[in-house]
């Protein structure tokens, strides 16, 4: 059996959503409409498929606060934005990827003064960047989150404290 990934899936639904009288023979030799699919694809894909249209804009709303605030998207809210809105799902995708980068080099800081130096760097994006909200939202809440960790807590809190504790090891 075939995988399907979210865009070959997405792409299916738009296909047979632009071929609504299109049907299949199914292996028993029954018509299964192209409604029918749309129907069931719309079911599985879409976590709003049954909703209201408020509820709908309620749910975008809801994602784009979170991506405000820097919090991480579900793998349904992901879906959702790439069904409906493609260009927030970009922006959602480069922040989770500077989140994930940002929180790899946070494991290699040897002291609470480089930590604060990472994310000043991580905060510092270029004024012209139309997603620098969210990026600095999602480092922010990162940062917050790295800071309540107990090995942040037994981190040096300088580099010269860090320096003497390594080399205090070596002897």
């Known amino acids: 059996m075939q995988t399907l990934n979210i ?12 071929e609504k009288n299109t049907t299949e023979k199914s292996e028993n030799g029954q018509n299964i409409t192209a409604e029918i699919w749309k129907k069931a694809l719309n079911d599985i894909l879409d976590p709003t498929s ?7 804009k309620e749910y975008h709303n809801k994602i784009l606060r979170k991506l405000r605030q820097g919090r991480r998207l579900t793998t349904a809210e ?3 934005l790439q069904i409906h809105d493609p260009e927030m799902y970009k922006v959602a995708l480069r922040v989770e990827m500077c989140r994930k980068r940002f929180t790899e080099q946070a494991k290699h800081c040897k002291s ?3 930590f604060q130096t990472l994310v000043s760097n991580n905060m510092s994006v270029s004024d012209k960047d139309p ?3 969210y990026i600095q939202a999602a480092i922010s809440y990162e940062a917050q989150n790295i800071r309540k960790t107990p090995q942040y807590a037994a981190l040096p809190d300088t580099n010269r404290k860090a320096e003497e504790k390594r080399t205090k090891g070596k002897k």
């Open 50 to 56: 049954k909703m209201s249209e408020e509820d709908e």
């Open 131 to 133: 997603m620098k909200e």
């Open 7 to 18: 865009q070959s899936v997405a792409k299916l639904k738009n296909d047979l959503l632009n």
């Open 78 to 80: 992901k879906n959702y």
């Open 112 to 114: 609470k003064e480089e």
